[in-house]
């Protein structure tokens, strides 16, 4: 009787346990799998490489405009992001206000919300931002709830004047914990907010922030200084992004700055790099141009649903280089479906025929590819590809077995 019925509890009790641990399991495997915040890599626009300090209402106003015209909402670009320049002065409690080209904040979030899209802000950790602005030292809580009481939904944090606080710390070793402790600061204050709002740390890669970056809260961190519309700017940043894929993921990306596509310093074959890159990286697309007056080209090389696929590809594996030789560099990234994006760049000012061998992708026999910038099935292959590519051009596949 006693123990039959002790038998009864302990069987309960290890059903109970079971129970308890794959729910427990269950839930942090879907925490892990699909973070509610940035779980591919956040896209939209950004007003500094187009605009820099001359960023207002009205103009952020007809960018969102341009993001649902131009059809690059439903392509999946979301954020409108305002850089530097907004701020103003802060009121004798401290609270921060933007200066007289943005009159009402809210309003303006209110506008961009409407359109389905969500509205980004910048701010600093030091007291003053690049630019000159008011940071967020010392009214790290404030400033979140005054960005949440807006309605935004993204911060860039830019390190900027927080260096001065830095170089005064006597260390390095101290100067590298003050600087993860004003991010962690940060991160805090959002998360008390209770509103969702990405986090975009920007330390120009110092102290290689791709290792610390997600434990501090980033939901991306810039990798590098920044970037110009050149393809030397573009190139040297995009390729020295090799080895960095390990250390990115659903929820927190290595950012290799914003876009460049559309302003005018590269050609199109340089654009079309630059976008085949961003996207196997699993960088950011934050689009950096002026989205009122986009030329037709650009808005197709924008809102290429293939390019786009790719760089939002939920398994959130980013490429790295399977090899560089002389002007060619072949890059690959795994997808969800168990395909392969495939990246042949040539780095040469003239166009080269490349021949790239699919066994050094770790295929054994042929493959199937489609060429996605020709919107063209390429059928069965043998194990090798040969193909002639632009100069500063690329030929980027998906390639599956
Ligand atoms: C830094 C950042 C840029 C931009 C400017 C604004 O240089 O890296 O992306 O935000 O500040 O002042």
Not at 72 to 81: H, K, L, P
Not at 114 to 122: E, F, N, R, T, W
Request: charged residues 20%; hydrophobic residues 40%.
């Amino acid at each position: 009787m006693q123990t039959d019925f002790l038998r009864k509890i302990s069987a309960m009790q290890l059903r109970f346990a079971m129970l308890a641990f794959l729910s427990l399991a269950i839930g942090a495997q879907g925490r892990a799998q699909v973070p509610s915040i940035a779980a591919t890599p956040p896209m939209g626009w950004n007003s500094w490489n187009h605009f820099a300090d001359k960023i207002d209402d009205a103009t952020v106003r007809a960018q969102a405009d341009a993001m649902v015209s131009s059809g690059m909402r439903d392509a999946g670009y979301v954020y409108i992001n305002i850089d530097d320049t907004w701020q103003g002065k802060r009121d004798a409690q401290g609270v921060i206000h933007a200066n007289s080209k943005f009159p009402d904040m809210k309003a303006l979030a209110d506008y961009v919300h409407a359109k389905g899209l969500k509205l980004g802000i910048y701010s600093s950790p030091g007291p003053k931002t690049c630019a000159g602005f008011a940071g967020s030292y010392g009214h790290e809580e404030q400033d979140a709830q005054t960005y949440a009481g807006w309605g935004i939904d993204y911060l860039k944090y830019d390190l900027c004047s927080f260096d001065e606080i830095m170089k005064r710390a006597g260390s390095p070793e101290v100067a590298h914990k003050l600087m993860l402790g004003a991010y962690t600061k940060m991160h805090q204050a959002l998360l008390k907010t209770g509103r969702p709002i990405v986090f975009s740390l920007c330390q120009y890669g110092a102290d290689a922030v791709w290792r610390w970056g997600a434990s501090v809260g980033g939901n991306s961190w810039r990798t590098t200084g920044d970037i110009s519309d050149k393809y030397s700017s573009m190139t040297q940043i995009g390729f020295e992004q090799a080895g960095l894929a390990k250390f990115a993921g659903p929820g927190h990306w290595n950012d290799p700055d914003m876009l460049e596509v559309g302003n005018g310093g590269m050609n199109l074959e340089e654009y079309r790099t630059h976008l085949s890159l961003w996207a196997l990286l699993a960088a950011p697309l934050l689009a950096g141009n002026d989205l009122s007056t986009m030329k037709p080209e650009t808005i197709a090389l924008l809102t290429n649903k293939e390019v786009i696929a790719i760089d939002q590809d939920p398994l959130g594996k980013q490429a790295d280089r399977v090899y560089a030789e002389g002007t060619e560099e072949i890059w690959a990234r795994p997808l969800a479906d168990g395909s392969k994006a495939v990246g042949i760049f040539n780095r040469f000012d003239w166009p080269q025929t490349i021949e790239i061998s699919f066994g050094r992708l770790g295929h054994r026999g042929g493959v199937k590819a489609r060429d996605i910038w020709a919107a063209k099935d390429l059928g069965a292959l043998p194990n090798h590809y040969k193909v002639r590519v632009p100069g500063h051009g690329v030929v980027l596949l998906r390639v599956s077995e």
